[in-house]
Structures are given as C-alpha cells and as structure tokens.
C-alpha cells in the first residue's frame, strides 16, 4: 500500500475515533479503558497496514480489530453470565422505526457507560452498535460473525435486560474529598507555580498524551507545563470518575462543564504517569465524572478560589515540607481517611 493511501486511511481512522471510543467505552465498562482499547487499536491497525496490498474497508475492519482487542481483554475479568438461546425477536431494521424501537434506543444511549459491563458481552456488543451507533443489523452480523436472526435475538435480551439494570441499579458513585497530593497539584496549577509542579516529578515520570509521543524523564515531561504557562485561563479542580481520582480541565473557569481530564499515576509521593486527554475530548462526552465536594463548594462556579482552597493548600505545603508529609496517592479507591471539607487536611 503506497504511503498516500495508508495517510488517507490514517486520517479516516482519526475520525472514527469518537465512535470506536463510544463502543468500547460501554463494551468494557469505562471511559478511560475503552479510549485504552482505541489506542492500541489504531496501533495495530497501523502494524496491519504495512502488508496489506489492498485498503479494507476502514469502519467495519476496526471495529472488528476493536471488539477482538476488547474481547481479549474482558476475558481475563468477566465473571460469565447465563446467556439462554431462545426464539429471535421481531426487531425491526427500519430507516423510520416506530415510537418503542425509538424509547428503546434512547434508553440506550442515556444509559451510564459502566452499566453496560452488567450485559453479557455479545447482547453488550449488539445493544451498543444498534441503538448507541445505529449500526444495521446487517452490519452488526458481519462485524460479529453472527446471522441477523442471532442478532435480533441477541438484541431483544440485551434490551430487556438493559432496562431491568436501570430499573433496578444502584445509584452511580458519588465523590469523595481530594487526596491531599491531587489537592496540592491542582493548587499549584492554578496558580501557576510551575517550578512546584516539576519538584512532584518523579525522575522516570511518564507522560501519555494520545496521538503524540510518550515522554518520559522528569526534563522531557516539565515541558508539559512550559505548554500549559503559555495558555491563558486552564482552570483544574479535583475530581472523580469511575472510582479513580482525577484532574478534571476546564479552558474557562465560567465554564459550567470541564473540558477533559487529566489523570496522575503517583509513587512515593510522586508523580510517576501524567494522562493528559486533552487531544481526545470525546472522552469525557459520555463520562461520570463528579467534582470533589471542595470543588463544587467554590463560590461562582470556580470564578473564584473559596477561601478554604487557599488554607487547603497552605496546609499541603506545610505538610510537604514536613518530614512527616506523606501524600496519598491518585487511584481508583478512595483513602480511609478523609477530608470533610474545605479546611479540614491533616498531616500525619
């Protein structure tokens, strides 16, 4: 394949992105593992490239590389749920489908991302391409290997079951305080205290931003901040997202939503892994992502800093110049021990 062609198929790829995340987000549960999928999906497709003589046919053959990757990946973690063959339903494939098959993919698309891990994953992969990416039946029997009848059938369960998981599901997580390391990193930030961000790289950090090189060494990812200092008005704030504690960016502190996310990886009180998903904003388009409470309590919707923020960080820097500081690290539990408001950090 000339390297016109495989440029043109590259740039298709790109634009397929959104999609391919809005799949393997719901197929494995996650926002953040299913932009992971994508990643390595493009990374092998582009492997692919290189022998074939022939351009396939762009949508369906990464689709089916991204359902494989996935595939691959649950298997490791999915405890099996009964799947009985019953009777294909009557599902209807139609350009104009009627008011139910309507309420039905609305349903779908309004479900949380992490609900759809409850279906057994191919009533997960038929639900997720009929009624998220309006996919036809044929097409999805193709991508899966299926005959249209397993496909309706697959469908009308996947369906019902959906709907018993919302009917009967447990409220989404909420968020708890910031960890005093994520509190003082997005204190720094936001004023701009860029030498006190690098002393909090570790010297083998690891910057990962898609579609660029990975960085690594605490020289190569400080020019990360260099970037951030040339651009005006970058506001962070503390928060959660699928049980992990993350960096949530906003371009404008007015903003009533944050643009994407960042999310750091820590050891020994350092930053080990900097994810910075500001190239992939698609990301946080289908995303649970909830404010720390001392976020959501800034006055003017983060026009201004609360009073407590300042204390907060006062006390973070207290505590890092302590020979007892010992900053909790960023991950997908919660501390035992946390804040309970604006104000309230202990060193220990």
Known sequence: MNQDRREELLALASELRPDLHRYCARLMGSVIDGEDVVQDTLIRAFVAL????????LRPWL?????????????????????????????ADSA??????MLMRKEAVNTAVSRFAELPTLQRSVVILKDVLDESLIEIAA???????????????????????????RPLAGAWSASLAVARYVALFNERDWDGLRVLLADDVK?????HPLRVGRADVGLFFTLYAKIDGVWLAPAWLEGREVVAVFEDRADPKPSYIMWLEWRDGQISLIHDYRYVRYVTADAELTLAPEAKARGGRRRSVMPGAVLLDRRARRCASSSM????ASGRHPPKERSTGAGSWSCR
Request: proline fraction near 6%.
């Open 143 to 169: 991508l899966l290997d299926l005959t249209v009848d397993a496909v309706k059938g697959h469908l009308a369960r996947g369906r019902a079951h959906l709907r018993e998981i919302n009917a009967h599901g």
């Open 50 to 57: 290189q022998d074939l003589d022939e351009a396939p046919a």
């Open 96 to 101: 104009q489908p009627d008011p139910l098959e």
């Open 207 to 211: 910057l990962h931003q898609s579609l």
């Open 325 to 328: 500081a010992r900053p909790r």
């Open 63 to 91: 689709f089916r590389i991204a359902h494989n990757r996935a595939l691959d990946l649950l298997r490791g973690r999915e405890v099996r749920m009964a799947d009985p063959i019953d009777a294909a339903a009557d599902v």
